[in-house]
């Protein structure tokens, strides 16, 4: 029997069913998917076309607002994950705060339409990403200011737009991935994915594909929330794996907190059958640490199991 990522529906989120729901999803997958979650499909729409625009540009076009180790934001395509390049483009948005520098945007007509929506699609997934932080902080036990608040003003979360394009390569000892397996290391992670499936999440060790669900958005639990539960939720491997027969476009928005925000597991979740089973992380270290692989082979790449108790 071929088991799938649940779908939840959150137009009540704050319900008891969905609240257990959610709780046996990141128990059980560290995966899921939701409806009733509020972003007008129009503005689903809309980012999925700013996309393919931007990607179809002359790669000279693109390259001209090519991020680097400087300024995280920008296009880029050598991406790397766990030391082998992805098979992928991106371009990443972020909040111009007081340590990440202002965003690079196209240029000429694609920018008037461009940025506006991407801004949209950022403010709504901000908003939606916080509202679901709040309900797991409630099935752990806390306040929602207890998790939230290194979310405000100076936060680190940022948009990507990510394009994979067709490929045709014969299998070879290499298999090429658009993603590697990888868990992600902030809080949350919504992904809002195109018709094409591509998405692969591991769990009892086999990997299971997340199909495309019309108007949905899958969430994953990043390595920020495994800590803050003390192993009760899971941050899921997960990766991309590369398509034959088209392109494959999908929008990820990862929900990171200030450079300042120190986590370590909840008082809620320590018991003595259970103590702390990692040390406080620093999230600037942590991050810092797990960006310097994106671009060069820096070896074995930083996890939370460097941080085990």
């Keep these: 029997m071929i088991e799938n990522v649940p779908v939840i529906d959150i137009a009540e989120l704050d319900s008891p069913a969905s609240l257990a729901a959610i709780d046996r999803a990141c128990r059980d997958w560290g995966f899921f998917q939701v409806t009733g979650h509020g972003i007008e499909p129009a503005l689903l729409r809309n980012i999925f076309e700013v996309s393919r625009e931007f990607f179809a540009q002359p790669a000279e076009e693109k390259q001209r607002i090519r991020r680097d180790a400087d300024n995280p934001w920008g296009y880029y395509d050598k991406e790397l994950t766990k030391n082998q390049q992805d098979w992928k483009e991106i371009y990443d948005f972020g909040p111009a705060n007081g340590y990440l520098l202002k965003p690079r945007w196209p240029s000429g007509q694609l920018r008037l339409r461009f940025e506006p929506i991407v801004r949209a699609y950022y403010a709504n997934c901000r908003t939606l990403a916080l509202r679901l932080l709040s309900a797991m902080a409630s099935n752990l036990g806390v306040n929602a200011s207890y998790l939230t608040r290194g979310f405000a003003d100076a ?51 086999q990997w299971h594909l997340v199909e495309p669900t019309p108007g949905a958005l899958v969430i994953n639990v990043g390595d920020m929330i495994q800590v803050w539960s003390n192993d009760r939720y899971r941050a899921a491997l997960h990766r991309v794996v590369t398509n034959p027969s088209g392109d494959r476009y999908s929008v990820p928005f990862f929900l990171s907190p200030s450079y300042e925000t120190t986590y370590a597991p909840l008082p809620t979740t320590i018991t003595p059958e259970r103590p702390a089973r990692y040390r406080p992380i620093q999230w600037r270290e942590f991050r810092t640490l797990r960006a310097a692989g994106d671009y060069a082979d820096i070896g074995e790449e930083v996890q939370i199991t460097h941080y085990r108790t």
Excluded at 156 to 176: H, W
Excluded at 187 to 197: R, Y
């Design 155 to 205: 936060h680190t979360s940022f948009l990507r737009l990510n394009y994979y394009p067709q490929c045709t390569f014969a299998a070879s000892a290499e298999r090429l991935f658009g993603v590697g397996e990888h868990t992600d290391a902030g809080a949350l992670t919504l992904l809002l994915q195109a018709d094409q499936p591509g998405l692969e999440v591991c769990r009892d060790g």
